[in-house]
């Protein structure tokens, strides 16, 4: 149990495109997930937190209109990456939170992100 | 504010020796700690994870950590290291309040060798 998966896996993406990143609670409903980015040799940043139904709460200094988060169901979450830069070429994580076992996170396998 | 701080950001040990990762950690609320594992181009994996119940916690692939509260530590320890234990480390505390967001230390990373 407590599966998150993250599509896709991995993207390329030209530099000025959009990407969509999708997060999945797969056997439990998650009324938060959070969004992660990790550069390589380093450890995970929080970019924001996403709620069911309501807006993301975003992290100090991350651009809110560059990285657009929708959390439009208790199963999915979405960080789309608005004009892409080579310099938002990353590793992206997320994870999600039970609503019922309340604490703890699971986390997805991560989506390699490369502008080019 | 709560933070954790892991001591040595590359740590190598031969096959079968022990395995000791160090975090200390910085909370004004009893902590939840957490330690994760990270392989190569992949998501976290828990480990084991301290709740105010027993000090001494035990988790998965034989590792096992100890809070002290007195010296404000969770080290990550096992007793004899696995090939397979090669992959990258982190250190987390709960946030209390809010959406509990998890704070993870810098990470360290563990070579195995023959």
């Known amino acids: 149990g407590a599966v998150v998966s993250q599509h896709p896996s991995w993207v390329i993406c030209k530099s000025g495109t959009s990407v969509k990143i999708e997060c999945r609670s797969l056997d439990f409903q998650a009324t938060t997930m959070f969004w992660y980015r990790q550069f390589p040799k380093q450890s995970l940043m929080l970019m924001a937190t996403s709620n069911e139904g309501s807006k993301a709460t975003y992290e100090q200094g991350v651009e809110k209109d560059k990285f657009l988060i929708n959390h439009a169901s208790l199963t999915l979450s979405t960080l789309t990456v608005t004009s892409a830069h080579p310099e938002d070429s990353s590793f992206y994580i997320c994870?999600?939170?039970?609503?019922?076992?309340?604490?703890?996170?699971?986390f997805g396998p991560g989506t390699r992100l490369t502008v080019t | 504010a709560q933070s954790v701080t892991q001591l040595g950001s590359h740590v190598s040990v031969s096959e079968g020796a022990l395995v000791l990762l160090r975090c200390n950690y910085s909370?004004?609320?009893?902590?939840?700690l957490f330690w994760y594992v990270q392989y190569p181009n992949q998501g976290l994996q828990l480990l084991l994870k301290?709740?105010?119940?027993?000090?001494l916690v035990k988790g998965i692939n034989g590792f096992e950590a100890e809070f002290k509260k007195s010296e404000t530590s969770f080290h990550l320890t096992k007793p004899s290291a696995h090939m397979s234990d090669a992959a990258e480390y982190f250190c987390?505390?709960?946030?209390?309040?809010?959406?509990?967001?998890?704070?993870f230390g810098a990470g360290t990373r563990l070579a195995v060798h023959p």
């Open positions: 987390a505390v709960r946030m209390s309040g809010g959406y509990n967001k998890l704070i």
């Open positions: 301290y709740t105010s119940a027993a000090t």
């Open positions: 909370s004004s609320v009893p902590p939840y």
């Open positions: 994870s999600a939170r039970d609503t019922h076992t309340g604490y703890e996170q699971y």
